[in-house]
């Protein structure tokens, strides 16, 4: 499956973004969808993650309250809303995919990844 991110871009402490991931190739609606962010000078992260069939959710406890994850297997797209969003937030946030029945936390744990978009939040 290729995935293609987008939706990133600067944004002021407090504000809000959607993050889009639009997938093509293999059947999406069989993978379990997550997102990462990586910083500068900082490694990857987990932010959140989403089963097959969008009953589970899990999210890193650093976004939680303020991130909500989302898929529409008829779009063949997953979407990370951001909510009050915080300087620390400021990264590369990568979407990608994986066929475990559970969602992982783990970088890991996905066999797909998208390109990128960059997240920058402004204090």
């Known amino acids: 499956v290729q995935l293609q991110a987008c939706g990133g871009g600067l944004v002021q402490a407090g504000g809000s973004l959607r993050l889009s991931c639009a997938a093509s190739?293999?059947?999406?609606?069989?993978?379990?969808m997550g997102w990462f962010r990586q910083a500068p000078g900082k490694e990857r992260e987990f932010v959140a993650s989403?089963?097959?069939?969008?009953?589970?959710?899990f999210y890193a406890d650093s976004v939680k309250g303020r991130f909500t994850i989302s898929r529409d297997n008829a779009k063949n797209t997953v979407y990370l809303q951001m909510n009050s969003l915080k300087p620390e937030d400021t990264a590369i946030y990568y979407c990608?995919?994986?066929?475990?029945?559970?969602?992982?936390?783990?970088?890991?744990?996905?066999?797909?990844w998208g390109q990128g978009t960059l997240v920058t939040v402004s204090s």
């Open positions: 990608a995919g994986g066929s475990a029945a559970i969602p992982s936390v783990v970088a890991g744990g996905y066999g797909y």
């Open positions: 989403i089963s097959i069939g969008g009953g589970s959710t």
């Open positions: 190739g293999r059947t999406f609606s069989r993978y379990a």
